[in-house]
């Protein structure tokens, strides 16, 4: 393997001083005491997944549970195959059945159970109420029919507006996601755009609403660097206008730390860290999140070595009976290859799922 | 208004003799048809008159945004496709006018890794063979001294070599690449291609993949062009770095000056647009947020390639084409007004 790097103990430990730092503690503080206040938007609990496939059983999603608050960033981190997207289609019912089914959880909204009410019910949610976005727009945008006109139908399906005020109302969300000559592009098809504009588009049509949600799965992957910057730039102006809580799910770490207030860290189909992004960068606790964080290089300076994480991410083929992440963890002892560390809270308004204490070097707990 | 090529003649370039590699004032158009009779009515201006360098042992980046030219400079490098225009030297040997026999014992000392180490690896062959076939072609080693060879390489690359007669499937993409790389070092090149070597893989296994090639450059002496469009990783493996924009280099640069102090206004909106895995400092970051698309290579803007986005573009900017200026030691751009 390469020079020398298996994932060295110390890293998480080094991070932990910054704990100490009182802004830090005060802000969390804040945080926990305006979350306390409100009601969250939107609470999932216990979600579980699975697609019944030709191989077998995948268990894509196992016992997700998080809450989102109003008007604030959730970052949703992890790689390919951990389940981020499954999360958040299943919560409006999106994954093909079958062969994927909902085996458990709940999802509340406004009182009600987005898993259970009547799919006309969540039709109306969806593209209403909660906005959502996908990496690849052409997916969501038909093809065949020009911008303007799908703007206006998610605002004749969902608003009930009048035709005579849909057509200003298309114009102006053109207008707020940043499109040049409006006017023309509203006649445009979506091949006829650049991938940065089509994604303006998406944008345009999620929001069309207004909605108190907006999902938005990987919309920068696809996307250059300057564009995403444009992208990022555009959500984060309108999420302070509207008021408007985000989850945005992404790979890049590098997006996260710049547009979430929280964020949750998935591995293997389950949230194995959770905290505010500030505490996160400076102290993970997850062995997976040191790593991950290990790992990557950063533009503003040169570097050590990166940490290797050896191994690969989990089959997903098997129910978790043990820690997932065992195999490829450094402080893996023998609970960890037994049971499975629930998500549970640790100090602040931080959870962990993980039986050992990377900064004290011992178990979590003593039971 | 003028439509020369950006870059300076060639007496202007930084150039070095003891570099491995030279590459000058290269391009590669490729024609567009059209009409009834398929004739051609444009070009695609993929590359359009590069001039760099690749020195003994070193990294160098390639950096630049999709559709820049990064994969097509690669590939005319290799001669895996012809260039329209320009020289490539390989230690002395200028490929670009050489043929047949004479190239062909060239190709084993330059090698290519791929992005895709699912498209680039053939599913029907074993590792074994896939690793061996560059041996058997050359005749580099055959019957027992080729098996042993294969697992020498295997292990070189971290993988086992029990698992040489198994096939691409059952690998994943990160064991993948190492074949790939496996493949690529197996005739003992000395210079090698990555391209986008770590863009399909995981998070978590790009640094795996990354610290093999490190590791490798120093245990044989490799020399790399590393093309990537993450800026961040060509920092942390990159000596010197250029910068690509619509088939043109913009600035070229020791990796530690270009990244701390970049001189081309589309550099610094780059780099100003890459996040950082820092909340504390993206909370207090200027962005110079760019407006627009990248313009098609099929029409690039007259004057200064950058001219469509740049932040503080004159007039100048669209009737002249900014000379190749050598703007402190070793950093080099093309812009009027960066000094
Ligand atoms: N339609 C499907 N059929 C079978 N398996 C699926 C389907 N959709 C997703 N999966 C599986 O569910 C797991 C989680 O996928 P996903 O949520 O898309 O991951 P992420 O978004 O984190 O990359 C993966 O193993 C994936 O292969
Ligand atoms: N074989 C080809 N025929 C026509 N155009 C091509 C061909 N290969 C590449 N191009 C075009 O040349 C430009 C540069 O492509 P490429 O070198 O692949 O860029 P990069 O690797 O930086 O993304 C793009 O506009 C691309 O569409
Ligand atoms: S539970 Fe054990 S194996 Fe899992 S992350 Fe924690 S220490 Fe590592
Ligand atoms: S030459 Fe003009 S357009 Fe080009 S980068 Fe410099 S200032 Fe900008
Ligand atoms: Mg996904
Ligand atoms: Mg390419």
Redo the contacts with the bound molecule.
Sequence with gaps: MGPGLTFPKGAAVAAVAFEIDGGVAYKACKQVSTMSQSQPVLQVTDLTTQFDTQDGMVHAVNGVSFNLWPGEFLGVVGESGSGKSVTMMSLLRLIPMPPGQIVAGEAQYEGVDLLQIDIDDLRDIRGGKIGFIFQDPMTSLNPVLTVGFQIEESLKIHQHLPSAMREARALELLELVGIPSPEQRLKSYPHELSGGMRQRVMIAVALACSPQILIADEPTTALDVTIQAQIIELIKDLREKLGTAVIWITHDLGVVAGVADRVVVMYGGQIVEEALVDDLYESPKHPYTVGLLGSIPRLDQKGEDLISIPGSPPSLFKPPEACTFAPRCPWAYERCHTENPALAPIEGTRKVACWWDVENDRPRYDH | MTTEPMQAPLESQPHDETALVNVRDLKKH?PILGGFFRRQVGA?R?VDGVTFDIRRGETLGLV?E????????GRVMLQLDDATAGAVTFDDIELTATKGEKLRKVRPRMQMVFQDPHASLNPRMTVASIIGEPIKEHRAAKGPARKQRIEELLELVGLDPSHANRYPHEFSGGQRQRIGIARAIALNPEFIICDEPIAALDVSIQSQIVNLLLSLQSQLGLTYLF?SHDLSMVRHIADRVAV?YL?KIMELANASDLYTDPKHPYTQALLSAVPVPDPKLEAERERVILEGDIP??AHPPPGCPFNTRCPIAQERCVTEVPEWRELADDHWAACHFAE
Excluded: E, R
């Design positions: 490729f695609v993929a630049g999709s559709g820049s030219g990064k994969t097509t400079i093309i690509l088939g098609s290579p």
